[in-house]
């Protein structure tokens, strides 16, 4: 006897229970791979230890205003310029582990200034621009994105309280080589010294690493990597590197309790 329309169709669907399942939503996707934002820069962003507290990179607070799947990978070290870190092997280590997706966020200038010392001097407008050159190169060349950033300004002001820059033709230099590339810029030293600007000679004391017995103007304390990990956040957001859901708590007060030191360095 022949089978009718409707045999056949019920037969066939009770040969693929698999794609059957798939169709009424029982199977489960593939879980979504957690997002890696690497930091390569210096002692402004690099985490710290018990030792150097209350020394707060700002790569230390960036977390606190990135969702949660998104997590930083933070590799910047103390005295590190954008040379002596790819001499060393760390710009390889970076590209060792970053994958398509991933973002890398670039911060240099600070010790590239330094041009009494050979091993980490670069000077703008060359060396230093081809050196940035490679991290943005090496991060494409992986199918992750680069991101500049211009160093963080220090606390600097003249005689009538008007906060200075420090950092010379660096910055200018990165932004020429950032639209050049194509590449998303976070001008934090123009915000950073806007930032001091706002708050003033003695108030910006209470955002650097002022302590009994060190007056330093160059690096933060939790206060200030926190305010300077939001402006750095809130530019990802702004140059849509960052969607709004990457991103959260950009108008919250941080407690500064949230900063946490480990005993030592791991490696």
Known sequence: MSLTRR????AALGAVPVAFAATTGTARAAPRRTRMLYIAGDSTAAQKY???APETGWGM?????????????????????????????RLDAILGLIKPGDLLLIQFAHNDEKSEDPTRYTEPWTTYQDYLRRYVEGARAKGAR??????????????QGNAVTSHGEYPAAMRALAQDERVALLDIQALSLALWQRLGVEETE???NWTATEQDNTHFNPPGAIAVARLVAGELLRHHVLAPRD????????PESWITWPSSATA
């Open 61 to 89: 607070a960036l977390p606190f205003f990135l969702h949660k799947d998104l997590s930083v990978a933070n590799h910047a070290v103390n005295g590190r310029s954008s040379k002596s870190f790819v001499d060393e092997g």
């Open 50 to 52: 018990s030792d150097a």
């Open 7 to 10: 045999q056949v169709t019920v």
């Open 247 to 254: 991103v959260r708590r950009l108008d919250e007060q941080i």
């Open 146 to 159: 680069p991101v500049l950033a211009t160093p963080v300004e220090r606390r600097r002001f003249d005689a």
């Open 206 to 208: 209470k955002y650097f």
